[in-house]
T-cell receptor, first 114, second 113 residues
Framework: DAGVIQSPRHEVTEMGQEVTLRCKPI?????LFWYRQTMMRGLELLIY????????DSGMPEDRFSAKMPNASFSTLKIQPSEPRDSAVYFC????????????FGEGSWLTVV | DQQVKQNSPSLSVQEGRISILNCDYT??????FLWYKKYPAEGPTFLIS???IKDKNEDGRFTVFLNKSAKHLSLHIVPSQPGDSAVYFC????????????WGLGTSLAVNP
């Protein structure tokens, strides 16, 4: 079975540019999570969706960040405009809500904003 | 404030010996705990979990112990292998509307041959 698929794996962009990260959750999963990992703050939950509906976006750092889930098999995390402090690894994860709290991560998108 | 704390940023163990990774939490409403392992350049992978109704869960070389009164859990790896070298994250969640996972900052384990 395919796991959570993220793209791009690596992105280097200039400050001020728009960045779009994409995620395909595991088929059949109904919860999707966007995390950011940095050395200082570890794994931070940015936003999560249940059945395509955003449930908790309290972790989204600022208005420059937005996330959408137009259907059960696709989500995007957008940063506009990007800043150097946004450089981090962004993970997408999914789970089947009723199967406990175990979530399954993608391999991450490594973002560098210069 | 960190609700889930992994106070040891790193740990070094000899191959074949026991690795013990610790995790403390502050929220008594947490009732489900998980350990994840993360290799460089990969996403975290689920390792083992425990519900608050248990005090021990074992899966092969990995055992998680939960001490609810002390709000403490630990992950034991016996025997440790070089392939276990990774960052280990502890996570906790509650029930109902409080199912969001809260993560520790991780402990980097090095198993030396």
């Amino acid at each position: 079975d395919a796991g959570v698929i993220q793209s791009p794996r690596h992105e280097v962009t200039e400050m001020g540019q728009e960045v779009t990260l994409r995620c395909k959750p595991i088929s059949g999963h109904n919860s999707l999570f966007w995390y950011r990992q940095t050395m200082m703050r570890g794994l931070e939950l940015l936003i999560y969706f249940n059945n395509n509906v955003p449930i908790d976006d309290s972790g989204m750092p600022e208005d420059r960040f937005s996330a959408k889930m137009p259907n059960a098999s696709f989500s995007t995390l957008k940063i506009q405009p990007s800043e150097p402090r946004d450089s981090a690894v962004y993970f997408c994860a999914s789970s089947l809500l009723l199967a406990g709290n175990t979530i399954y991560f993608g391999e991450g998108s490594w973002l560098t904003v210069v | 404030d960190q609700q889930v704390k992994q106070n040891s940023p790193s740990l070094s163990v000899q191959e074949g010996r026991i690795s013990i990774l610790n995790c403390d939490y502050t929220n008594s409403m947490f009732d489900y705990f998980l350990w994840y392992k993360k290799y460089p350049a990969e996403g975290p992978t689920f390792l083992i979990s425990i519900s608050s109704i248990k005090d021990k869960n074992e899966d092969g070389r990995f055992t998680v112990f939960l001490n609810k009164s002390a709000k403490h859990l630990s992950l034991h790896i016996v025997p440790s292998q070089p392939g276990d070298s990774a960052v280990y994250f502890c996570a906790a969640s509650g029930t109902g509307n409080n199912r969001k996972l809260i993560w520790g900052l991780g402990t980097s384990l090095a198993v030396n041959p």
